[in-house]
T-cell receptor, first 112, second 114 residues
Framework: EPEVTQTPSHQVTQMGQEVILRCVPI?????FYWYRQILGQKVEFLVS????????KSEIFDDQFSVERPDGSNFTLKIRSTKLEDSAMYFC??????????FGPGTRLTVL | RKEVEQDPGPFNVPEGATVAFNCTYS??????FFWYRQDCRKEPKLLMS???SGNEDGRFTAQLNRASQYISLLIRDSKLSDSATYLC???????????????FGTGTRLLVSP
């Protein structure tokens, strides 16, 4: 069964550093999403991406965040200058249309 | 009213018990709903979709009450492996787009004991 993969599984970084989280979507999927989940809290939408453009972003997704699909396969989330409060699980999700979103296993980001 | 609201639990039940979770949503225009299951520190996985009045899949039954704006999930004959957090999810569809943004509840934790 095809699946979404994410790397790294765990990233530890110092406050102020840049991090790039990577996602490899299921091959025929066209819609991509990033969600995050702070420990003990609910899953929150960050951004959706289609046709090489951001479709929608939440108020969490400020100027420190960016997404791109640099090589037609990987889908990345970049945080330019990490803050302590960015520590969370970051999940990539993909879908072929307005139906089930398939989630990757997540990247646990720890900002020290 | 929160967009999606769930009782966080935990619900502690013995194996074989029947347990039900409720979820309320605020957007009366919502047409479809999902129940996802999340194990500790893992990704959410789709358990059931609800598009009309309800859906049944083996031991799991989801029901939708549009008038009262709530969705329920019933688990019959609970197994130890059912222990997880159950997430109520309401998609939001921006007009004329093919994508949907998932709005998650906080989840209801279920613990099934021997």
């Amino acid at each position: 069964e095809p699946e979404v993969t994410q790397t790294p599984s765990h990233q530890v970084t110092q406050m102020g550093q840049e991090v790039i989280l990577r996602c490899v979507p299921i091959s025929n999927h066209l819609y991509f999403y990033w969600y995050r989940q702070i420990l003990g809290q609910k899953v929150e939408f960050l951004v959706s991406f289609y046709n090489n453009e951001i479709s929608e972003k939440s108020e969490i997704f400020d100027d420190q965040f960016s997404v791109e699909r640099p090589d037609g396969s990987n889908f990345t989330l970049k945080i330019r200058s990490t803050k302590l409060e960015d520590s969370a699980m970051y999940f990539c999700a993909t879908t072929s249309g307005p139906n089930e979103q398939f989630f990757g296993p997540g990247t646990r980001l720890t900002v020290l | 009213r929160k967009e999606v609201e769930q009782d966080p639990g935990p619900f502690n039940v013995p194996e074989g018990a029947t347990v039900a979770f409720n979820c309320t949503y605020s957007n009366s225009a919502s047409q479809s709903f999902f129940w996802y299951r999340q194990d500790c520190r893992k990704e959410p996985k789709l358990l059931m979709s609800v598009y009309s009045s309800g859906n049944e899949d083996g031991r799991f039954t989801a029901q939708l009450n549009r008038a009262s704006q709530y969705i329920s999930l019933l688990i019959r004959d609970s197994k130890l492996s059912d222990s997880a957090t159950y997430l109520c999810v309401v998609p939001r569809h921006p007009m004329n787009t093919g994508f949907q943004k998932l709005v998650f509840g906080t989840g209801t934790r279920l613990l099934v004991s021997p």
